[in-house]
């Protein structure tokens, strides 16, 4: 589906061929985009910009998940404990060891990625459904470990109140602020995720997905690439738990947990399983569903007035679950691929076939 | 370690471990038949113990009625679920039926929060909260001979969970509805070119389904209260099922067992951590199990391994 090529547009160069951004309006389209979510803290009110702010560092979590269970296959219900690991070496490394916020980052993110190995490592004696097993058992040790560990450094269930990152004097301490941070992140990673998936990184990933024994036969280290994609995954969650620990100014065994990785995992499967855009949207479509089903609580307070107090809690799961359900049942491989077949059936007008 | 309370330790996980083998025994039979492994079982529990609730505190019925009548909703809203969420996953790749009952988890558990309220309640007592048994044991710890205290509640909810494998053992082994379901679990083109009407075995294994985690959850319930954190107790049986291979009841039981042994046994340790690791117990016996024995303890050796 990729290669079809709007009628009249050809490949000149091989540079040309390989552009993921073709043509000089589409350049102009993605610098407005990008433009006009750097200036909404000036025009957006507060909550619209902690809305974005939330739905960046989803995508960024979602993205990892999808290089782990959308291209390489291995199914992950973990992803918020590596958003933990990440969000507390972040949050150690710039409060007790006084680190610059641009330095613990990708320090955080590589703590993550190394704590994701261990929890990958049974994927060299088992698959399927057995490996997602093993990522459950990481969202059940890791928050286990911060409670309980080093009470002195991590302080137990309480968990770590997380300074205010500071870049050049400037402290990034509203969400009007910390937009900048994020989005800027989000852009890298989208980068980085995308240039992943068509290198030989992300075909081997694919090929393992695919069918892992034919992957091996021509050559596909299985427990090498295995292991890449864990640890990819993990860096991305590592990236996500710190920007969220710091935004959120607090962390602690429950900040992220399992219902985050299902959310996750159901982000992911909304926008499209195995594409780069999926990840994007699926995220942004949960994070809005969930926005729902805050704002139509009031309603539904009227119907069950016994439940006042608990709607909130009541109703993310429940419009999360049906959700997700819904695209299971009738949009199985996702918004991503509904996008594909809109773009081809265009291109083709008025001939469909 | 205090080994003086070891005996003790050991002896009141086991017992707890009855209730979670019964739980488990509510997985397995799902993936015995269909290869779905149910991640919405807790909720199932968490339905079935508020149902209970319902009838016999809010409608005043008798208990006994009032389980019944849970039992019977649980095993309509197990066929409904087979029916309208599992079935058009039929072919669908091994993450679509994960996500399905992991959505399905979601929704129920909004959905029990939204009808029923998040209220901790007080569950009817259905056995009698009287003396613990004690029991003297020969072994001597310091002139006096170690003496076992066992609650009343314990012990029963062991008994009626022992009770409870049994009877869908035998159901397993002895019933043609049971055959059918062990025919389909292995191989369901085959069990259906012999006549057998697989999708009926399917609903009837989601019933039966229903039906156990209504027994679990007032099992649970009725020793520790109900609220709508009763769901979470499902993911110490995750780890039992796979202990035991996910297809065998013996091995889930002796999983069940395991995991409730492991438990008590962290907490006769005299290091505070160690002692507060009974809660991830189950996933460290099950990260040990998978990379040393991935076919679990009792499983066929047809599990996907590499």
Redesign the interface.
């Known amino acids: 589906m990729a290669i079809q090529r709007p009628a009249g547009e050809f490949d000149f160069s091989y540079a040309y061929d390989m552009a993921t951004i073709r043509r000089r309006w589409q350049w102009v389209m993605l610098l407005l985009f990008l433009a006009g979510l750097y200036t909404l803290p000036l025009y957006a009110s507060r909550s619209v910009v902690s809305l974005v702010n939330r739905i960046g560092i989803s995508i960024i979590a979602v993205q990892g998940l999808n290089l782990l269970?959308g291209y390489t296959?291995q199914?992950s219900?973990g992803q918020a404990a590596f958003m933990t690991a990440g969000g507390y070496i972040s949050a150690l490394l710039v409060n007790n060891l006084g680190w610059p916020f641009p330095a613990a980052l990708p320090v955080a993110a590589l703590g993550a990625g190394l704590v994701g190995l261990i929890f990958g490592?049974?994927s060299?004696?088992?698959?399927?459904?057995?490996l997602?097993?093993?990522t459950?058992?990481a969202q059940?040790?890791i928050p286990?470990f911060t409670r309980?560990?080093f009470p002195e450094v991590l302080n137990g269930a309480q968990g770590l109140n997380v300074n205010v990152p500071v870049i050049f004097g400037i402290e990034f301490n509203e969400p009007g602020k910390y937009i900048y941070l994020t989005l800027t992140t989000l852009i890298i990673t989208t980068v980085i995720a995308h240039n992943i998936s068509r290198s030989r990184l992300g075909r081997a990933f694919v090929a393992i997905r695919d069918n892992?024994l034919a992957a091996e036969l021509l050559g596909v280290n299985?427990f090498k690439y295995k292991l890449q994609a864990f640890f990819l995954a993990a860096v991305y969650a590592g990236v996500a738990g710190s920007l969220m620990a710091h935004h959120l100014r607090h962390i602690n065994s429950e900040t992220f947990n399992?219902?985050d990785s299902?959310l996750l995992?159901?982000m992911l499967?909304v926008g499209g399983?195995g594409t780069n855009l999926g990840a994007i949207v699926g995220a942004i479509v949960v994070e809005f569903i969930i926005e729902g089903a805050t704002l139509s609580a009031p309603f539904?307070v009227e119907l069950?007035p016994?439940?006042a107090?608990?709607?909130i809690?009541?109703?993310?799961?429940?419009?999360?679950?049906?959700?997700?359900?819904l695209f299971?049942?009738f949009e199985?491989r996702g918004l991503a691929h509904r996008w594909q077949l809109f773009k081809a059936a265009w291109r083709l007008r008025p001939f469909s076939h | 370690m205090n080994w003086q309370l070891l005996p003790q330790f050991a002896l009141t996980g086991i017992l707890a471990g009855g209730p979670i083998a019964l739980i488990a025994l509510g997985l397995v039979l799902i993936f015995k038949s269909s290869y779905i492994f149910n991640f919405a079982q807790g909720q199932l529990l968490l339905l079935g113990a508020l149902f209970t609730w319902y009838f016999s505190i809010e409608l005043e019925l008798n208990l006994w009625l009032s389980i019944f009548l849970a039992v019977a909703v649980m095993a309509l809203i197990g066929f409904a679920i087979e029916r309208f969420a599992l079935r058009p996953m039929t072919g669908q790749p091994l993450l679509s039926i994960i996500l399905m009952t992991l959505g399905l988890s979601q929704a129920l558990q909004g959905l029990a929060l939204l009808v029923f309220g998040g209220a901790q309640r007080n569950f009817p007592q259905i056995f009698s909260a009287g003396d613990p048994y004690k029991i003297t044991t020969p072994l001597v710890h310091e002139g006096n001979n170690i003496i076992l205290i066992l609650k009343q509640n314990l012990v029963w909810s062991f008994v009626v969970a022992v009770i409870g494998v049994i009877i869908i053992g035998g159901f397993f082994q002895y019933t043609r509805t049971g055959l059918a379901m062990r025919a389909t679990s292995e191989d369901h083109e085959l069990a259906q070119s012999t006549g057998l009407r697989i999708r009926r075995i399917f609903g009837i294994s989601w019933g039966l389904a229903g039906v156990v985690a209504t027994v679990g959850g007032v099992l649970l319930a009725t020793s520790s209260g109900l609220d709508l954190s009763l769901s979470l107790v499902v993911l110490a049986a995750f780890p039992a099922v796979l202990l035991g291979g996910l297809d065998s009841i013996p091995g889930t039981v002796a999983g069940g067992l395991l995991i409730g042994l492991s438990q008590g046994l962290v907490k006769v340790s005299k290091v505070p951590i160690v002692r507060n690791s009974a809660e991830i117990m189950p996933y460290v016996v099950l990260m040990i199990v998978l990379l040393i024995r991935p076919e679990g303890l009792f499983g066929q050796k047809r599990i996907e391994r590499i």
């Open positions: 269970t296959g199914i219900i490592l049974p060299l004696r088992v698959k399927g459904f057995y997602t097993m093993a459950l058992a059940f040790i286990w309980q560990a892992d299985l399992l219902v299902v995992l159901g499967v399983l539904f069950f016994a439940t107090a608990g709607m809690q009541a109703l993310r799961p429940l419009f999360f679950g049906v959700t997700l359900m299971l049942i199985p």
